[in-house]
């Protein structure tokens, strides 16, 4: 049975960094995309960063460009969001999602398992 559990959340000051770890298990080869979303309370869940782990593509929200980056491990079948310049516009449940296929898309209906979030929370 394949299993997402994130790591790494916690509590920042604006303009801290912070780094999200998300480790798969059970996901039977390599050709899914991993993504990450987020959602605010309130809000509708966002698509941040996507990566298709066969050829390590990546993709980030134009929303986070130039302060998130995502990047995969394979050796500890680990995919990572690296934050940072943080704002509080940034806090929100984070969640780690695996699509099957070679195109990460934005919709998280598309996404067939989910991690069970892990709280960001920046003050100002």
């Known amino acids: 049975q394949a299993q997402l559990v994130e790591s790494g959340g916690g509590s920042v000051q604006a303009g801290e960094p912070l780094k999200l770890s998300c480790v798969a298990s059970?996901?039977?080869?390599?050709?899914?995309?991993m993504g990450w979303f987020r959602q605010a309370p309130g809000k509708e869940r966002e698509w941040v960063a996507g990566?298709?782990?066969?050829?390590?593509?990546?993709n980030i929200a134009d929303s986070v460009k130039g302060r998130f980056t995502i990047s995969q491990d394979n050796a500890k079948n680990t995919v990572s969001l690296q934050m940072r310049s943080l704002t509080p516009e940034d806090t929100g449940i984070y969640y780690c999602a695996a699509a099957r296929g070679g195109y990460c898309s934005e919709s998280p209906t598309e996404y067939a398992i989910w991690g069970q979030g892990t709280q960001v929370t920046v003050s100002s």
């Open positions: 059970g996901i039977p080869d390599n050709r899914f995309c």
């Open positions: 990566i298709y782990t066969e050829l390590s593509r990546t």
